[in-house]
C-alpha cells in the first residue's frame, strides 16, 4: 500500500509563486516503480496532467505551465515537489498527486491541495 499527502497549497497573487510537497509512504514505494505526476481540477473541468516525472527521471508538462512550473523528487525524503512560478488566475485548481505503477503495480492518488491564484 502506498499513501500520498500533499502539501503547500494556498491563496497567492497573480505573478506570485507556491511549491507543492507530494510526501509518499508505505512499505510498497519505491520510485524505482512509479512514474510521479503531478494533476489538477479546476471547477467544471476535467483533470489534467501538469507534470510528470519518470522512473528514470525524465519530465514532461503541459503546454500551459512550461517554463513557470518544475517537478522534482528526493529518493530520501520520498518527496515530489512542484515548483509553481509566475502564477496566473487559470492556474486555481485543486493539485493531486500521483503515482502511476509500472510492472502491474496499482496506481495511487493523494487528496488533494488547493491552489487559488487571485488578486
Known amino acids: 500500500q502506498v499513501q500520498l499527502v500533499e502539501s503547500g497549497g494556498g491563496l497567492v497573487q497573480p505573478g506570485g509563486s507556491l511549491r507543492l510537497s507530494c510526501q509518499a509512504s508505505g512499505s510498497a514505494f519505491n520510485f524505482f516503480f512509479y512514474h510521479m505526476a503531478w494533476y489538477r481540477q479546476a471547477p467544471g473541468k476535467q483533470r489534467e496532467l501538469v507534470a510528470r516525472?519518470?522512473?528514470?527521471?525524465?519530465?514532461n508538462y503541459a503546454e500551459s505551465v512550461k517554463g513557470r512550473f518544475t517537478i522534482s523528487r528526493d529518493r530520501a525524503k520520498k518527496t515530489v515537489d512542484l515548483q509553481m512560478n509566475t502564477l496566473k488566475p487559470e492556474d486555481t485548481a485543486v493539485y493531486y498527486c500521483n503515482a502511476e505503477g509500472v510492472g502491474g503495480r496499482p496506481d495511487y492518488w493523494g487528496r488533494g491541495t488547493q491552489v487559488t491564484v487571485s488578486s
Open positions: 516525472i519518470s522512473t528514470g527521471g525524465r519530465t
